[in-house]
């Protein structure tokens, strides 16, 4: 329609030029005729003619700027749509913003909440292990025979000696070492010991053991009989703290006796935690 517009304008001026021309020059041959045949040709005629054409072309303006109209107001019917549309996405983009930001805030939180309970599984699962661990540590117990098998005799020697009990009966918790015979307190607390001692007999040497914390003798067993098997026993409870070594010690020029009936023995467990 705007194509239509811009050919008018120059038509509708090509038309008015060209009726005064069209005026002059019928009238040039209005006076070539009336001077050759005598018949003489009105200029309102000639302008009648121009102004048909003209009222022509105005027109057929008139209808082009009608369509143009309607086309504009159907552009601006399409532009208002369109701007509600973009109004509409507008909103909707707003609020999938704000959702967006809300769920944004939520993972955040569920992060943090997440993170809280992984440290708090952390430290359960620590104060689990630790009550675990003291749970195995406060099961501790022991029971061990003089020799890992057979008969024999132990002594005398000329030095006293450490008794290494080496046939294991019961060792709860690993804190009695059967290669050093030494009873080593994983944890502080009271712990009852006892000891028995087996003797073959013999006019000359005793048998003898003594109980030692560290390096104090707690107490001892002394059996002198010059014939036939004797036994003898003894026992204490202790505190001990961490670390604290109990075990047994021969006498020099002593001597002591293990059957498989395991008569020489050395047990001792925990009795309550400090």
Not at 44 to 69: D, F, H, P, W, Y
Not at 121 to 142: D, G
Not at 224 to 247: E, R, W
Request: proline share 4%; hydrophobic share 40%; with cysteine.
């Amino acid at each position: 329609m705007r194509i239509k517009m811009i050919l008018f304008v120059p038509l509708l001026l090509l038309v008015c030029s060209v009726c005064p021309a069209q005026l002059q020059e019928d009238s040039n041959n209005s006076r070539q005729s009336e001077a050759q045949v005598g018949e003489p040709q009105g200029r309102s005629e000639i302008q009648q003619i121009c102004n048909l054409e003209i009222n022509a072309v105005l027109r057929e303006m008139t209808a082009s700027l009608a369509g143009l109209k309607v086309e504009v107001q159907h552009l601006q019917r399409d532009n208002e749509g369109k701007i509600k549309e973009l109004e509409s996405l507008n909103q909707r983009y707003q609020a999938q913003e704000s959702q967006i930001k809300v769920l944004r805030e939520q993972n955040q939180a569920q992060v943090a909440e997440l993170v809280t309970v992984k440290a708090n599984a952390t430290i359960t699962e620590n104060h689990v292990e630790a009550l675990k661990t003291e749970r195995e540590v406060k099961r501790l117990a022991f029971s061990a025979s003089l020799l890992a098998s057979g008969s024999a005799n132990i002594g005398p020697f000329n030095t006293h000696i450490i008794l290494v009990f080496r046939h294991i009966v019961t060792n709860i918790g690993n804190a009695y070492n059967p290669n050093t015979g030494m009873f080593t307190a994983p944890v502080k607390g009271v712990y009852h010991f006892e000891f028995h001692t087996y003797g073959p007999g013999n006019p000359e040497k005793p048998t003898t053991a003594a109980l030692f914390k560290n390096e104090q003798q707690i107490l001892a067993t002394y059996e002198f009989q010059t014939t036939d098997g004797h036994t003898a026993s003894n026992s204490c409870t202790l505190l001990l703290h961490v670390g604290d070594v109990i075990f047994l010690r021969m006498w020099a020029n002593s001597i002591i006796r293990d059957t498989p009936s395991h008569h020489t023995t050395f047990s001792g467990h925990l009795l309550f935690t400090m």
